[in-house]
T-cell receptor, first 108, second 117 residues
Framework: GIQVEQSPPDLILQEGANSTLRCNFS?????LQWFHQNPWGQLINLFY???GTKQNGRLSATTVATERYSLLYISSSQTTDSGVYFC??????????FGTGTRLQVFP | DAGITQSPRYKITETGRQVTLMCHQT?????MFWYRQDLGHGLRLIYY???????DKGEVPDGYVVSRSKTENFPLTLESATRSQTSVYFC????????????????FGEGSRLTVL
């Protein structure tokens, strides 16, 4: 089956720093989403982005489907950005598969 | 504007007991999903439903039963709970479009933390 790898597994930042999270996948997909799981466990949909670039405030995402990766950019990080960021992909022959996540800690 | 709600949020039960986790969504999404989240395994799909009275197995369906008599509700039942079913359970819903793939844009409930003693 498809492999979904996220890097880095852990990231520690000071408030105000920028970061890039990466999601690599091993096969063609027709659906890619980014989620944020906050420290209270809530899973929030950040982006539905099977290809191209989207921006939402300080967050933006880019998916290069032909090269099988997606990037999530967080600019001017805040403590509320802490949590785990998941990439999820849907191959053409299966349901949505989640990566193992990147754990982000932002300190004041 | 509740969106998708799960109940109970926390549940402690004993091995062998039946437990039902409830999921209700107000968006009239056609698709609903149950995932479990465990350390070391991430999020894994248990069951999903494409519409009322249509359900199908996901990656880890053993020991679980689902039903969907109404579009807005998708209960998950553990008929005889085991310790290995201790987990956080998430319900989700989506409304796929022609180009969004099978799942569409996914929205999660707040989760139900289940402990089986």
């Amino acid at each position: 089956g498809i492999q979904v790898e996220q890097s880095p597994p852990d990231l520690i930042l000071q408030e105000g720093a920028n970061s890039t999270l990466r999601c690599n996948f091993s096969d063609s997909v027709n659906n890619l989403q980014w989620f944020h799981q906050n420290p209270w466990g809530q899973l929030i949909n950040l982006f539905y982005i099977p290809s191209g670039t989207k921006q939402n405030g300080r967050l933006s995402a880019t998916t290069v489907a032909t090269e099988r990766y997606s990037l999530l950019y967080i600019s001017s990080s805040q403590t509320t950005d802490s949590g785990v960021y998941f990439c999820a992909v849907e191959p053409y022959t299966d349901k949505l598969i989640f990566g193992t996540g990147t754990r982000l800690q932002v300190f004041p | 504007d509740a969106g998708i709600t799960q109940s109970p949020r926390y549940k402690i039960t004993e091995t062998g007991r039946q437990v039902t986790l409830m999921c209700h969504q107000t968006w009239s999404h056609s698709y609903m999903f149950w995932y479990r989240q465990d350390l070391g395994h991430g999020l894994r799909l248990i069951y999903y439903s494409a519409a009322a009275d249509i359900t199908d197995k996901g990656e880890v369906p053993d020991g679980y039963v689902v039903s969907r008599s109404k579009t807005e509700n998708f209960p998950l039942t553990l008929e005889s709970a085991t310790r290995s079913q201790t987990s956080v359970y998430f319900c989700a819903s989506s409304e796929p479009t022609r180009t969004s793939g099978y799942t569409g844009e996914l929205f999660f409930g707040e989760g139900s933390r289940l402990t089986v003693l």
